[in-house]
């Protein structure tokens, strides 16, 4: 069974700094990973999806990064802002199953001002 | 988004009383989702559907059903509300041609609250 682990659940830096946030799965065979950004009380906003066939996304400030054969996916955030305040959930499509995306708990980042 | 459109926004409603609530998209996507949100537990999936007429479950069915009878619309219906049914609620969309899957697009959600 597919499970999707974010690390750490949270994470506060100075604004300016580039950051990494983590994404696991156990299986590696998915048609694709993808990356939001929830703000409090709001909806799920779509930054990046990576198919498997490819490396890495890039999208402003924002990079995403799949190694499939080891099970990780990496979202770089350079020159972290307040307004990139928000949660980031990764979530995977697995290739087995039916057309189902598997989400991590997600990371919450807070930038400092 | 704005091709997607949940309605109502916000819900109280009496342990007991049937809820629905809705999904509606302009965006003409196959398939449709409807997770619930609450902390510690992330989103779960409760039904989706795979076209007009085509639902089945996910992880957290009991207590749920569904209806799509258009392309467009995808109805979650609490059969008894119970407060264990407090949650944030979304629904999400999902395109596929065959060739690229083109991920997920949500909704802004439904927060229900049942007294």
Same mark, same amino acid.
């Given at each position: ?44 906003? *779509?930054? +990046?999806? #990576?198919?498997? $066939? &490819? ?6 400030? @924002?990079? %995403?990064?799949?190694?499939? !054969?080891?099970?990780? *996916?990496? +979202?770089? #955030?350079?020159? $972290? &802002? ?6 980031? @959930?990764? %979530?995977?499509?697995?290739? !087995? ?17 | ?115």
């Amino acid at each position: 069974k597919q499970e999707v682990t974010q690390i750490p659940a949270a994470l506060s830096v100075p604004e300016g700094e580039n950051l990494v946030l983590n994404c696991s799965f156990t299986d590696s065979a998915i048609y694709n990973l993808q990356w939001f950004r929830q703000d409090p009380g709001k909806g799920l906003t *779509s930054l +990046l999806l #990576i198919q498997s $066939s &490819q490396r890495e996304q890039t999208s402003g400030r @924002l990079n %995403a990064s799949l190694d499939k !054969s080891s099970g990780r *996916s990496t +979202l770089y #955030i350079a020159a $972290s &802002q307040p307004g990139d305040s928000a949660t980031y @959930l990764c %979530a995977v499509r697995p290739t !087995s199953g039916t057309y189902k995306y598997i989400f991590g708990t997600g990371t919450r980042l807070k930038v400092l001002a | 988004d704005a091709g997607i459109t949940q309605s109502p926004r916000h819900k109280v409603t009496e342990t007991g009383t049937p809820v629905t609530l809705r999904c509606h998209q302009t965006e003409n996507h196959r398939y449709m989702y409807w997770y619930r949100q609450d902390p510690g537990h992330g989103l779960r999936l409760i039904h989706y559907s795979y076209g007009v007429k085509d639902t089945d479950k996910g992880e957290v069915s009991d207590g749920y059903s569904v209806s799509r009878s258009k392309t467009e619309d995808f109805l979650l219906t609490l059969e008894s509300a119970t407060s264990s049914q407090t949650s944030v609620y979304f629904c999400a969309t999902h395109q596929s041609d065959g060739l690229t899957n083109y991920g997920y697009t949500f909704g802004s959600g439904t927060r229900l609250t049942v007294v």
